[in-house]
């Protein structure tokens, strides 16, 4: 899709109405039964008319996941990634639950498992944001519902568009018509034709033209993101010198029954925007033995569509039992700006295979790629990055910093850095280091006074400061935090 | 030792230390005794194993003593893990202080000092008052306040290391500092200030034990014993005037009456 900056809400209005008559037409075109909360396990195109029909979408959407999955079933699932698992059975999914109320929850946070609490005590989670998490009844979290009502006011006011995607489809059907898959198209790759013919539900974010989003979107997301299922889709559209700041996940250990997790995030950069990304992501990574855990597919890519554009993505990645994921920039714009930060943590059996692709097409495009990548236990840890320069991309540079550490004998870190330089004014600059976690600087450590624990995670934390730097503030303390619940007694 | 019975019981006492590295004997059969209150200065040759007691005193992993015994006020060290050592007031400065990138320098102290309170039943550090502290002491160690806020002797010069070295001992204020070769790398004028930092923890509770290769030294922080040590053993033990005796003679008149 070609750049189109301008959109304006107002443009929007009409579109808005003609989607909805589109959609509500065809709400009666099938007969499948949308009473139920949750579809029976398999999937075909009814399947996908039931999740558009339960989210009142309009026909152009469905048509979207319709192509999406005719796509798909044209697919084979990849297996060049360095992991491993045994073979998913796509027909044994449930591609539909409702949303689940929290009544079966607990009642209060004296009900909640005294062990999670304490791991939000070691993690540092707000007070106020712990009963939400722990799945408490809502009633009784309105503190919560009432901050979230202020954070929405704020932002309406600065013509922030923030909501969810399913409720996007109903207020602002042009704006995603005009660039839902224009980043990662319905035919990507399999995981991500996937995602766009069954997801459910995720975020929206459109920053108007010279917009300064007056918040980060985390506080807001943490306290209103509940139960976005497994296949999940994000789209942020940053206009004509806008700025956002979007954090995803939390450092809280996230509980869900669903095994396979595939999200799709989207991200749109015109002139001068700028989009910050930061993820903290916290799946539960199966036991000791490497039972259970989450497989989790992501694709995200970001376009910096516009001349002097940045995006930023900076990750945390500390959970889930496989995972699969490179946050990518395509640098279209002249002059624009991607940048990668990462943190990748596997411990135990966990396999982590992540990265990212800088692709420059613009002129005197820039990228710089800092992947830290930490392993413990048994797990395998795998650094994957492209930096592709296209010949139209004079004076791009790149620089990829990527250091692996290794806290035990067993744990194996891989990294697979790809360059393709097809404009000879390009300079791409790479550099590696693997260490195994220094005896010595433990021992000073030690020596000093310091706890076995506290001189690993002083360490550690050390190794990974060029990222934590690049995250907001508040939650560069919970991602530290976080680092330390993880490696709990992994040194070997 | 026992001839030399005092009525308190030494800092430090070193039985008859047998140390070994992959099965190869470093100590053999090493005997000193630090009481509180005594400045000790251990000088010998490259490679006759002043490190390794050192180490072996502050609980490094990868000795294995294969005799003899080390007690710090009476208790057997050998017992304690590395940190509950440094916790009970054995302060190790590094002859090669490690770099720990990434970690601020301050944050390592702050740590360090937390630690300590906590084995001491004190409350942890007020972050202004120690802060107020930290640079008091770097006053005192002429070290610009930057070093704070750089990661632990990350792309220090030799001589910084060791000076900061001496600033985490004097926030500490160990009962027992052993110093490795600190006075090695510095200039004249670091040497003094080094030395003065040194000294201001002299104290009728404390002992210092000082490796060095340089009598120098011994001018701004006058031992009150010195030995050497020649190839895993104690060989020769005085007063500061033992330190000169050597410099004149070397290390072959210590083994040439040792022999006789
Ligand atoms: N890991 C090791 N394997 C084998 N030999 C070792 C090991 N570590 C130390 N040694 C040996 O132990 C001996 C004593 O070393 P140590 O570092 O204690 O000497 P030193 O007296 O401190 O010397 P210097 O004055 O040069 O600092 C040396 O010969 C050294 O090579
Ligand atoms: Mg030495």
Redesign the interface.
């Known amino acids: 899709m070609n750049a189109a900056p301008g959109i304006t809400p107002t443009a929007e209005d009409g579109q808005n109405a003609l989607d909805r008559a589109v959609g509500g037409t065809y709400r009666h075109g099938f007969v499948t039964d949308i009473e139920s909360d949750t579809l029976p396990p398999g999937l075909d195109e009814d399947v996908i008319r039931v999740i558009s029909r339960k989210k009142d979408e309009p026909q152009f959407l469905l048509d979207w996941r319709l192509r999406a999955f005719r796509h798909w079933q044209t697919m084979q699932e990849p297996a060049w990634a360095y992991v491993r698992y045994p073979p998913i059975d796509f027909q044994s999914i449930s591609y539909y639950s409702a949303p689940k109320q929290n009544k079966d929850g607990p009642k209060s946070l004296a009900d909640v498992d005294p062990k999670l609490l304490e791991t939000y005590d070691k993690l540092g989670i707000p007070l106020h944001e712990r009963a939400r998490l722990a799945g408490v009844a809502v009633d009784a979290v309105f503190d919560s519902v009432s901050v979230a009502t202020t954070f929405k006011d704020r932002l309406s006011k600065a013509g922030v568009i923030f909501c969810p995607f399913s409720e996007a489809v109903k207020t602002h059907p042009a704006l995603l018509e005009q660039w839902l898959g224009s980043v990662v198209p319905h035919t990507d790759n399999f995981y991500a034709a996937l995602n766009s013919a069954v997801f459910t539900d995720g975020s929206f974010v459109y920053i108007p033209k010279g917009v300064r989003c007056p918040m980060e979107l985390s506080t807001y997301f943490r306290i209103n993101a509940a139960n976005t299922g497994q296949f999940e889709r994000t789209l942020i559209i940053a206009d004509e010198g806008s700025h956002v700041s979007y954090l995803e996940g939390c450092t809280a250990p996230k509980r869900d029954e669903n095994q396979l997790h595939a999200a799709v995030v989207e991200l749109v950069a015109l002139d001068n925007a700028e989009i910050k990304y930061s993820t903290v992501q916290n799946w539960y990574p199966g036991d000791e033995n490497g039972v259970g855990g989450i497989y989790n597919f992501v694709t995200k890519r970001g376009d910096c569509r516009g001349h002097r554009s940045k995006i930023s993505w900076t990750q945390v990645e500390t959970g889930s039992a496989i995972t699969w994921k490179y946050p990518s920039c395509i640098l279209t714009g002249d002059d624009s700006v991607g940048e990668f930060y990462s943190v990748a943590v596997a411990n135990h059996h966990q396999q982590a295979d992540t990265g990212t692709k800088m692709i420059h097409v613009g002129r005197n495009t820039r990228s710089t790629i800092v992947s830290k990548g930490i392993s413990a236990g048994l797990a395998q840890n795998t650094y994957r990055g492209l930096v592709k320069i296209l010949p139209s991309a004079e004076g791009a540079r790149n620089y990829t910093q990527c250091d692996s550490l290794l806290m035990s004998p067993t744990c194996g870190a891989h990294t697979f850095p790809y360059v393709e330089v097809r404009n000879p004014t390009a300079i791409v600059e790479h550099e590696a280091t693997t260490s195994r976690i220094?005896?010595?600087?433990l021992?000073?450590?030690?020596?000093?006074?310091?706890?076995?624990e506290?001189?690993v995670n002083?360490?550690v934390?050390?190794?990974?400061?060029?990222v934590f730097k690049e995250l907001p503030m508040e939650f560069a303390v919970e991602a530290q935090n976080l680092l330390a619940v993880s490696l709990e007694g992994s040194v070997g | 030792m026992n001839a030399t019975t005092l009525p308190t019981t030494p800092l430090l006492e070193v039985l008859d230390l047998h140390v070994e590295v992959n099965g190869k004997p470093i100590l053999k059969g090493v005997n000193l005794t630090v009481n509180a209150g005594e400045v000790h200065a251990i000088m010998g040759p490259n490679g006759s194993g002043k490190s390794t007691l050192s180490h072996v005193v502050?609980?490094?992993?990868?000795y294995v003593v294969t005799g003899g015994s080390l007690r710090y006020k009476g208790q057997d060290l050998l017992a304690l893990?590395?940190?509950e050592r440094?916790?009970a007031g054995i302060?190790?400065a590094?002859q090669y202080?490690?770099?720990?990138?990434?970690?601020n320098n301050v944050?390592?102290l702050k740590?360090?000092l937390n630690?300590?309170h906590r084995?001491l039943g004190l409350p942890e550090v007020d972050a202004f008052e120690f802060l107020q502290l930290v640079k008091s002491k770097m006053q005192r160690m002429q070290m610009p306040e930057s070093f704070l806020s750089r990661?632990?002797n990350e792309g220090f010069s030799g001589g910084e290391k060791k000076r900061n070295e001496v600033l985490?001992m004097q926030v500490?204020e160990p009962t027992l500092a052993l110093l490795d070769e600190t006075d090695s790398g510095l200039d004249i004028d670091a040497l003094k200030v080094v030395s003065n930092g040194v000294n201001d923890l002299r104290s009728p509770e404390r002992a210092i034990v000082m490796v060095t290769h340089y009598q120098r030294l011994l001018d701004y922080i006058v031992p009150d014993q010195v030995h050497v040590l020649v190839d895993g053993r104690v060989l020769l033990s005085g007063g500061k005037e033992l330190a000169l005796e050597l410099e004149q003679r070397g290390y072959d008149w210590v083994r040439a009456q040792d022999a006789a």
């Open positions: 220094g005896e010595d600087q021992f000073y450590c030690l020596q000093r006074g310091l706890s076995q506290d001189a002083m360490i934390n050390g190794f990974c400061k060029a | 502050a609980g490094k992993p990868g893990a590395p940190e440094a916790r302060f190790l590094f202080p490690l770099e720990i990138p990434g970690v944050y390592l740590a360090a630690a300590r084995h990661g632990v985490q500490l």
